[in-house]
């Protein structure tokens, strides 16, 4: 059973709010955590359930500093604001931070790891602290830590389903033989998509996803950021081309590819009993490996609880 | 990187001989290699290509004794025997003499683990050793470092087709409407079934995976065996079943389930595109969890390679 740790939570989303929420079942301490504008320190443990009632009242969780959760005596800085690209700012330097102190970094964002994933591990390099990042890829389901159980190097490819708002639109075109326009307004009456949905529907968020994992496989030999990925979103697949693909029974999905060599995501015909036409918000990895043969993990992508299991999971398997 | 071990592999089967052909690509080295009348000691590393083509050739590994393998100085015991169960002899005290000397022990046989779960942890409890077991089962599947990962009273339910001989035979008798009977001779013909096919199409290598897993999500408090199983196989499930089942859209499989109150394997009917609908010798686990959602693992569940690189997988995760 690992031993409780203290945790500071930066990003009060759905993912660190959920974080927070969930720590004291997993046996650990949130001593600290903020929002874009304020934050809530208490070395003794913060009151969760009043920092995230307050959030959904008034917007903040505290009244102390957000710049007080980097200053303050925690174990692991769990990095949960929204994914920035480029030079991944303000996370990036969150980061550095905590390892410049020594301390452990678990991220859900996923900027760090995949524009600048060889400054991450050259500051993990000359730190105590180590840095996970389950969370950045695939939400609830064990990728980053079953890629680095098999060893990297021995694994070929990472190829799959990635991000829920495109499978969920793919999906309910083919179920329904509506038209993208028609079901992306579902989607955003439901929640799925988000107001401004390009990150998801133009493949944007499924190629960081393989961007990171990438930069897994290539284990340092080379460095891959979202500029190095071949990348078509779901933005121009016509309701026809959905319904030949069934008359052959098959279905369009949004697969992303990464391997050591690059990375690629497109719309891509697939049978339609194939594990990759997972329907909804599902995702799913088939890892192509030398000796274990093709594993296929599939699960919850994203949402708040999903995505807050794999940090706190990676905070359970910290040194 | 995991520092390389030195390990003793004691049986000679598909298993342990994959262990000893890939310990070296994994980093590791072999220094005692044992089948069930001979053995070969080395404690600079035994000549694996050598060890498994006499094995081939003429029966035997080496000409010391089964026993020196035992008492040889090594890191890591494979234990690759053939599962048996009740006291789960000899297994089970080769597993005690690693542990009894401070060592760690690797399972692929099940029966320590699906019988004498509670005797096995009270001595890695008293051990500097630690025991781990991914290669029983499941395969190349990663089930158990996924659920100790979860956290396993975070995990309701594990669910799932653990036998790929059962698997197959029904997945043929879907596919082609033949009779049980022909398409067991052809699973046989294939190497897919055994000569004496009782375990797998009665449900028991099915349910001993399950009884671990239980044992595994009981976490001590309570200790399940074999005959705690509620277990029914496959060969009374008649041809007609299947077809009846696929006028609906579904098909039969033979799910096993473990749960902290116990063990249930039995044919079930599943929609025809459900995870559980795999086909072929594949295998799948559904787990059912507090936070994370159902996450589905699936990939090759038996074989030689697939199951040495759990062990081998096992031997990297050993602290």
Chains 1, 2 share one sequence.
Do not use: W
């Amino acid at each position: 059973m690992t031993a409780g740790k203290r945790l500071a939570v930066l990003g009060a989303g759905a993912v660190g709010g959920a974080v927070v929420d969930l720590a004291a079942a997993y046996g650990h301490t949130v001593v600290a955590f903020a929002d874009s504008a304020s934050a809530v320190v208490d070395a003794g443990g913060i009151d969760a359930d009043a920092a995230v009632d307050r959030k959904a009242a008034e917007g903040h969780v505290g009244d102390d500093d957000p710049e007080d959760v980097l200053h303050a005596d925690y174990d692991v800085l769990v990095e949960a604001t929204p994914t920035t690209l480029g030079d991944a700012e303000p996370g990036f330097s969150h980061l550095r931070t905590a390892l410049e102190r020594d301390r452990h970094v678990v991220l859900a964002n996923k900027g760090p790891v995949a524009e600048r994933y060889a400054d991450v591990r050259e500051l993990e390099h000359d730190s105590e602290g180590e840095v996970r990042f389950e969370a950045a890829v695939g939400g609830a389901i064990p990728i980053v830590s079953t890629v680095e159980d098999l060893g990297p190097s021995r694994v070929t490819a990472a190829r799959g389903v990635l991000n829920g708002t495109a499978n969920f639109i793919l999906s309910r075109m083919a179920a329904e033989g509506i038209d993208y326009e028609h079901v992306l307004a579902e989607a955003q009456d439901l929640g799925v998509a988000e107001a401004d949905p390009t990150f998801d529907v133009e493949g944007t968020d499924a190629a960081l996803k393989c961007v990171i994992l990438a930069n897994v496989l290539a284990a340092g030999d080379r460095e891959f950021t979202l500029s190095d990925a071949d990348v078509e979103g779901i933005t121009n697949v016509p309701g026809s081309a959905l319904e030949l693909a069934a008359e052959d029974g098959r279905t369009v999905r949004l697969v992303g590819e990464a391997t050591r060599e690059g990375i690629r995501v497109g719309p891509r015909l697939v049978p339609g009993n194939a594990a990759l036409a997972v329907t909804g918000t599902r995702n799913i990895v088939q890892l192509e490996t030398d000796y274990a043969g093709q594993l296929n993990l599939s699960g919850r992508g994203a949402g708040g609880e999903p995505t807050a299991s794999a940090v706190l999971g990676d905070v359970g398997r910290l040194g």
